[in-house]
């Protein structure tokens, strides 16, 4: 019997004494429980990050904001059921907005408004708009020449979406020869115009009297 306890308690301290070794090998291989962020402290850094920094964004005369959307830039409404809220931001330009804002805004269904791709057009510009109806507006050309106006109530906006244009390479000239840019000329302006004013004249004479269509949201040619 006594042989048997001898046995029993060398094997009792071998097994304290493994476990002593892997609890001590335990505790230096992972930090302890103060040098690891409390969930709260992790929650409250996920907080921060989705509400703040915020950024200021381009918004048209019409309430529409101009959105990075990965490689794309989506321009869509504001608030379409509630155009007055943001009344301010529009006579701005800008419109301040949170990463949490943002996300919410591309998270709506079917990723409404339109969305530009990089080389989606070819020439951009800044300009004062017509007198007396929009005070500055972008103007563009699509692959194929069309010209494409978007209104704003200040320089800064107007500014701000160039910006956005140039930044995320939607606009892209063709290439020559050599592979150089092409510079957009004045024709290529004037004959833009030319078919969007036929296009606008069309749509005004189908359209019912005192419906639709405002002429002038677009510059004046100088």
Known sequence: MSGLLAIALIALVGVFAWVMRRNASSASGSPSMSTQDSPTEASDEVLDDLE?????????????????????????ALNPEEPEVHREDVEAGLVPI????????????????ISFSPGDLTAARVQRGAAGVVPWCVETLGRDGE????????E?????????????????????????????SLEDWEEGRRRYDESWRALTMDSDPG????????SDRR
């Open 52 to 76: 703040g920094p915020e950024e200021e964004l381009a918004v048209t005369s019409n309430g529409d904001v101009f959105i990075p959307d990965g490689t794309h830039i989506r321009l869509m």
């Open 98 to 113: 949170s990463r949490q804002e943002r996300l919410q805004l591309m998270a709506r269904r079917g990723k409404p408004g």
């Open 211 to 218: 419906e639709g269509l405002e002429p002038g949201t677009y």
């Open 156 to 184: 800064d906006g107007a500014r701000a979406a160039y910006d956005l244009f140039e930044r995320y390479h939607i606009v892209r000239r063709p290439l020559d020869d050599d592979g150089q840019p092409i510079p957009s």
């Open 147 to 154: 010209y494409i106006p978007f209104a704003f109530e200040t």
